[in-house]
């Protein structure tokens, strides 16, 4: 069964190339812009689900926005 998956896992080699393409792509200012921006992201997306989630504990709690 993990013989399946195993191919999907990326190793050492595979990682280094994904980075290395990163950088001759997108240079190195560029990419604490990107990953500030992935950050505020999934803070946002974390926000909402915990919002969501607060709805469906508890639903009689209403926002006066």
């Not at 604490?32 to 500030?36: A, C, I, K, Q, V």
């Given at each position: 069964?993990?013989?399946?998956?195993?191919?999907?896992?990326?190793?050492?080699y595979?990682?280094?190339?994904?980075v290395?393409?990163?950088?001759l792509?997108?240079?190195?200012k560029?990419i604490?812009?990107?990953?500030?921006g992935?950050?505020s992201?999934?803070?946002e997306?974390?926000?909402?689900?915990?919002?969501?989630?607060?709805?469906?504990?508890?639903?009689?709690?209403?926002d006066?926005?």
């Open positions: 069964m993990t013989a399946l998956f195993l191919p999907l896992i990326p190793g050492p595979q990682i280094v190339i994904v290395i393409l990163v950088l792509l997108f240079g190195g560029k604490p812009e990107l990953m500030r992935l950050g992201g999934i803070k997306f974390k926000d909402a689900s915990k919002e969501e989630k607060d709805d469906i504990i508890d639903p009689k709690k209403e006066n926005n």
